[in-house]
């Protein structure tokens, strides 16, 4: 290659595993996403560092776990470690300054509307989020709009949201919107016009293109795409967990399940799966978003020298268990699609097994680069899996810090295990897939996932794997030790 190579990397907000054809979804359309499938690296079991956007997205920009990155809690000014650390560096800051980098969407780790931490070219969306910065009372600050908004405005969709003293774009109001007002294609038109402009530009580029669906509130212009009354709603649906799984997961089904019957008395299914229907709508929503982005790329002969990621910041229950939206180390939640396509190392399908954790993002992108990989990354270059020297064995591990207060429901008791720590742990070979999820203060628990994929049986208290409850505890101790985690696990 004449050229460093680009990297376009694509995160989609909130996005079940189980919803493109990649992992066995063959009837949500999705072509974009299938056709890049196709071309590329299909990682079976990929997971996030922590099942919630701030922390998970900081992990993909940085290549460190939410505590050292600084954010371990969804971004809000009053609330510590929540905003990326002003000494961390973003995968912007580690590449040659030859490169062009960029971050269009959501950001989510401080001030949503400034470009910052090595991102000189910016495409804001989130003005409910601008108070997360320095000053933010200053009056100043109100005035402060993102180029969405004024998009928004200039298209006659006036503000409905209060925040802060002015006026804002509600998400809810947001999902009434045409599809050439989505934030999808809003996006992918910038995107488009940001390739297209690299096309005859001699400097690399890299660029992060942060999409909002299929995040709630679950509404959009293709809800009526797929009928909920048809749609196969899977073997855990509304299967509440039983008195031998963590407290709060049982309370979080009793109030979830509360607010469905609330919604739609006497058939709280409708309201599943009606909301589920709307959910894979805005999967096609994101997929037509993302389709002209590849064919900018292939259209200005960039496709060749351009590295793609598609992945998610984490999934959502949607009714699983009784529960809805994020927050959990079961699979539906903390295990997310990863498609890596590298056009000189994949020319079709390639199914990649074994266990990885989006801290290994950074460093394997670098690899592929040409780039140095810092020594300070918590993660590890996977390029030798990609190029077939090596294969994942290592386990991957998942923190859960508290904080999910700022979604409650009114309940005492879902608020207070809400704040519980958690760590979770995926034991690495192919063969051999364990999950050990820690508390100090709630229920644990230990999954057979080659046998018991759907982590209905929890092993945790059998005499018979006592023996590996230790074994794999003492391996997250070590873990921990590594990366300055220090959150007494109390077992």
Same mark, same amino acid.
């Given at each position: 290659m004449s050229k460093k190579p680009n990297l376009l990397f694509i995160c989609s907000d909130q996005q079940r595993t189980d919803t493109i054809g990649a992992y066995g979804n063959d009837w949500i359309e999705t072509p974009a996403l299938n056709e890049l499938s196709s071309k590329s690296f299909v990682f079976e079991n990929a997971y996030v560092t922590q099942?919630?956007?701030?922390?998970?997205?900081?992990?993909?920009?940085?290549?460190?776990?939410?505590?050292?990155?600084?954010?371990?809690?969804?971004?809000?000014?009053?609330?510590?470690?929540?905003?990326?650390?002003?000494?961390?560096?973003?995968?912007?800051?580690?590449?040659?300054?030859?490169?062009?980098?960029?971050?269009?969407?959501?950001?989510?780790?401080?001030?949503?509307?400034?470009?910052?931490?090595?991102?000189?070219?910016?495409?804001?969306?989130?003005?409910?989020?601008?108070n997360n910065f320095p000053n933010w009372h200053d009056p100043k600050h109100k005035d402060r709009k993102s180029q969405y908004y004024d998009y928004l405005v200039a298209k006659g969709h006036e503000p409905q949201g209060d925040h802060e003293g002015h006026k804002s774009h509600t998400?809810?109001? @947001?999902?009434?919107?045409?599809?050439?007002?989505?934030?999808?294609?809003?996006?992918?038109?910038?995107?488009?016009?940001?390739?297209?402009a690299r096309a005859e530009d001699e400097k690399p580029w890299l660029m992060y293109v942060n999409m909002f669906d299929p995040h709630p509130p679950y509404n959009g212009p293709?809800?009526?795409?797929?009928?909920?009354?048809?749609?196969?709603?899977?073997?855990?649906?509304? #299967? #509440?967990?039983?008195?031998?799984?963590?407290?709060?997961?049982?309370?979080?089904?009793?109030?979830?399940?509360?607010?469905?019957?609330?919604?739609?008395?006497?058939?709280?299914? #409708?309201?599943?799966?009606?909301? @589920?229907?709307?959910?894979?709508?805005?999967?096609?929503?994101l997929d037509r978003g993302i389709e002209p982005i590849f064919k900018a790329l292939e259209e200005s002969g960039q496709a060749d020298n351009t590295i793609i990621v598609f992945t998610s910041d984490h999934g959502d229950s949607l009714g699983d268990r009784g529960m809805?939206? #994020?927050?959990?180390?079961?699979?539906?939640?903390? @295990?997310?699609?990863?498609?890596?396509?590298?056009?000189?190392?994949?020319?079709?399908?390639? @199914?990649?097994?074994?266990?990885?954790?989006?801290?290994?993002?950074?460093?394997?992108?670098?690899?592929l680069m040409g780039q140095e990989v810092p020594d300070h990354l918590q993660g590890a270059s996977r390029k030798g899996v990609l190029e077939g020297s090596e294969e994942l064995t290592d386990d991957v591990f998942m923190q859960w810090h508290g904080g999910a207060a700022t979604i409650s429901l009114g309940d005492a008791e879902f608020d207070r295990l809400s704040e519980i720590p958690w760590r979770s742990m995926v034991s690495g070979p192919a063969g051999d897939r364990w999950k050990l999820d820690l508390s100090p203060h709630d229920l644990c628990e230990l999954y057979d996932l080659n046998n018991d994929p759907l982590e209905l049986t929890n092993l945790y208290a059998y005499p018979d794997h006592a023996d590996r409850v230790r074994a794999m505890t003492a391996r997250m101790r070590e873990w921990q030790q590594r990366v300055g985690d220090d959150l007494d696990l109390g077992v």
């Open positions: 099942p919630v956007c701030s922390p998970a997205r900081s992990t993909m920009m940085t290549g460190l776990y939410p505590h050292s990155a600084g954010v371990v809690r969804n971004s809000k000014p009053d609330r510590p470690f929540s905003n990326l650390f002003p000494e961390v560096k973003t995968i912007a800051e580690m590449v040659d300054e030859d490169y062009v980098c960029a971050k269009y969407g959501k950001w989510h780790l401080g001030d949503d509307l400034s470009p910052q931490h090595g991102f000189t070219e910016w495409i804001s969306t989130e003005d409910a989020h601008d998400q809810e109001q @947001r999902g009434y919107f045409p599809m050439e007002d989505t934030m999808a294609m809003f996006l992918s038109r910038h995107t488009v016009d940001f390739v297209n293709l809800n009526d795409m797929y009928d909920p009354n048809s749609l196969d709603m899977g073997p855990l649906f509304l #299967k #509440k967990p039983t008195e031998n799984t963590p407290a709060f997961s049982r309370v979080r089904s009793d109030c979830h399940m509360a607010e469905a019957e609330e919604e739609s008395p006497g058939d709280p299914e #409708k309201y599943w799966r009606e909301l @589920r229907a709307k959910y894979f709508g805005n999967m096609t929503v809805l939206m #994020k927050r959990s180390f079961y699979e539906e939640v903390a @295990r997310v699609p990863l498609i890596v396509h590298v056009p000189w190392l994949s020319g079709n399908e390639q @199914r990649v097994d074994g266990s990885i954790g989006h801290t290994d993002l950074v460093p394997t992108l670098l690899g």
